[in-house]
C-alpha cells in the first residue's frame, strides 16, 4: 500500500507541462533567473547598508532588517527550486530525486515566502502599536521585537512542514498549496485590517505630537504602507487566480495561454521581494546615504570644479 501511495505521488509530481514549448518555458526561466539575482542583490545590498549604518539599526527597523533578509533568501533559495520544478515540468530538464526529496524541496521553497509574508503581517502590527501607543513602543524591549522576528520565521517553518507532511501523507499533489496561500490570505486579513487603522486614525483622529521622534515614527509608518501596498498588489493576483482557477486542476493540464498567464504571475510574485529596498532608498534620506558610501558613491553636491587659477 505504501508503495502504491509513493507511485501515485510520482505520477502526479511528475506531470509535465505540455501546452508549452521547451522555448518559451526557457524564456520564462531567464525572466525568473534574472528576477532571482536582482531579489539577492538589491536585499544583500540592504542588508549591508543596515549594518553599516548606525542609525539604521534602532528597534524600530529590526523587522524590517529581517524581511530584507527573509527576500534575500527568496530570491536566492526559493526562486532556484521554483526554476527547477517549472524546467522539469516544461521537460526541458529530467529529475531523479524521490518523491519524498520533490516534497523536501517543495517545502523548503515554502519556508522563506511563508516568512517573507509573515513579516509583512508582523510589521503591520507593530505600526499599529507604534501608532496608537507611541511612548510605550519606544519603551519596548528589544527581546519583543527579537520574539516577533522568531515568531514570522517559525511560522514559516511550521507551515511548510504541515505543507510536507500533506503531500506526503494526504497525497494532493505539489499544486495545492492550500497550507501557504491560507497563510497568506490570513496575513493580508491582518494587513488590511492594521493599516485601515491607521490610516482613520493618524487622519480621522487625533495624533499626539510629542517630539520629533513620534514624527519620524509616523514617517516610517507612511514608507512601510506603502512597501506593503506595493507588495500586496504584486501579489494578491496570484493568490486569488490560485483559488479560482489553478486549484481546479493539475499544473500541465490547463492551455497554453492559461500557463503563460501562471508565469507571469510567479514573476509578479517574486518581483515584489525588489520592491523593498527600492522604496527604502527613496523615502528614507539615512538609507540612501548609507547605499551611496557604500557603493562608493558621492552627492552631486559635494563635487566642486576646479578654478581656472
Known amino acids: 500500500m505504501a508503495n502504491y501511495s509513493l507511485d501515485k505521488q510520482n505520477n502526479t509530481l511528475e506531470g509535465r507541462l505540455t501546452t508549452i514549448s521547451p522555448s518559451e518555458c526557457i524564456a520564462w526561466l531567464t525572466v525568473l533567473c534574472t528576477i532571482g539575482i536582482a531579489i539577492v542583490t538589491v536585499n544583500g545590498l540592504a542588508v549591508i547598508v543596515y549594518f553599516k549604518e548606525p542609525s539604521l539599526r534602532k528597534r524600530s527597523m529590526y523587522l524590517v532588517i529581517s524581511l530584507a533578509v527573509a527576500d534575500m533568501f527568496v530570491g536566492g533559495v526559493s526562486l532556484s527550486i521554483r526554476v527547477f520544478n517549472s524546467g522539469r515540468n516544461c521537460s526541458v530538464w529530467e529529475s531523479h530525486l524521490s518523491p519524498a526529496g520533490e516534497s523536501m524541496l517543495i517545502a523548503i521553497l515554502f519556508v522563506f515566502a511563508g516568512a517573507s509574508v509573515t513579516h509583512l503581517a ?41 505543507l ?34 491607521i490610516v482613520v486614525k493618524m487622519y480621522c483622529g487625533t495624533y499626539p505630537h510629542y517630539h520629533g521622534a513620534v514624527s519620524r515614527e509616523r ?7 506603502i512597501m506593503t501596498l506595493v507588495s500586496s498588489a504584486l501579489l494578491l493576483p496570484y493568490i486569488l487566480s490560485y483559488f479560482l482557477i489553478f486549484s481546479k486542476r493539475p499544473f500541465h493540464a490547463f492551455s497554453r495561454q492559461a500557463n503563460h498567464l501562471r ?12 520592491v523593498n529596498p527600492i522604496m527604502y532608498a527613496y523615502r528614507m534620506p539615512e538609507f540612501k546615504r548609507a547605499m551611496s558610501s557604500v557603493l562608493g558613491c558621492r552627492p ?7 578654478s581656472d587659477s
Open 122 to 162: 508582523v510589521i503591520s502590527l507593530e505600526r499599529v502599536h507604534a501608532t496608537f501607543r507611541p511612548l510605550k513602543h519606544r519603551l519596548l524591549k528589544k527581546w519583543i521585537f527579537g520574539a516577533s522576528i522568531a515568531a514570522a520565521w517559525l511560522i514559516g517553518v511550521i507551515n511548510s512542514a504541515y
Open 164 to 197: 510536507y507532511l500533506d503531500i506526503i501523507f494526504k497525497l494532493k499533489g505539489p499544486w495545492e498549496f492550500y497550507s501557504y496561500l491560507s497563510l497568506a490570505a490570513c496575513c493580508f486579513f491582518i494587513i488590511i485590517v492594521s493599516y485601515s487603522s
Open 219 to 225: 514617517k516610517l509608518t507612511k514608507t512601510l504602507f
Open 263 to 274: 508565469f507571469f504571475l510567479v514573476s509578479l510574485v517574486y518581483a515584489n521581494s525588489v
Open 300 to 306: 552631486s553636491a559635494q563635487v566642486f570644479p576646479q
